[in-house]
């Protein structure tokens, strides 16, 4: 006797692209759904359990506004007809299919030699890039830039420490995009 696996169809938008409907477990993780099904592993599985943000994604509310969305513990049918970007998602790509410009957080990354392993910088670039959004929408002091900042980042876990090269590019971005801090 052998275990049935029961599916349900899942439609989402991931990284522009219009995907399903798709017959996916009902019981499956979004990032599984992301690694085994689009072949997108940027989002990475650090502790399963939701604490070091590794997994994260980029989801568009239906305000336009962005928010994070871990993958380790949400099911992929919460995606259903979501807006969804992944780090393969963030960069520019040309018409056929070559990065033409990385995103503002990845160059400002990549400046500040902002990661060790690279494990959790999906997870890094994911947390920056709603910050930045929640920025042109709410611009702040700028002497609160450096606790808006730890407060935003402060749920990603980095095993190599090197929490300060990406707080240090982080704040570089934000203090030279104009309209994130009040003048």
Not at 1 to 18: C, E, H, P, Q, Y
């Amino acid at each position: 006797m052998g275990m049935t696996i029961v599916t349900r169809k899942l439609s989402l938008t991931l990284n522009d692209k219009a995907i399903g409907p798709i017959d996916v477990p009902e019981t499956m993780m979004m990032q599984d759904f992301l690694h085994e099904y689009e072949n997108l592993t940027g989002s990475r599985m650090g502790c399963g359990q939701g604490i070091c943000h590794a997994c994260t994604v980029v989801v568009e509310k239906d305000d336009g506004s962005l928010e994070e969305m871990r993958t380790c513990i949400v099911g992929a049918h919460w995606f259903e007809g979501r807006k969804v970007r992944t780090v393969e998602g963030q960069a520019k790509l040309g018409t056929d299919g070559e990065i033409v410009a990385l995103s503002p957080v990845q160059q400002a990354f990549i400046e500040h030699f902002a990661f060790q392993c690279g494990y959790c910088t999906p997870g890094f670039v994911t947390g920056a890039t709603v910050l930045l959004d929640k920025l042109k929408r709410e611009p702040i002091e700028r002497d609160a830039v450096e606790q808006t900042i730890t407060d935003a980042l402060d749920r990603h876990i980095c095993r190599c420490t090197g929490y300060v090269r990406y707080f240090e590019a982080v704040r570089d971005l934000v203090l030279k995009t104009p309209g994130l801090v009040k003048a």
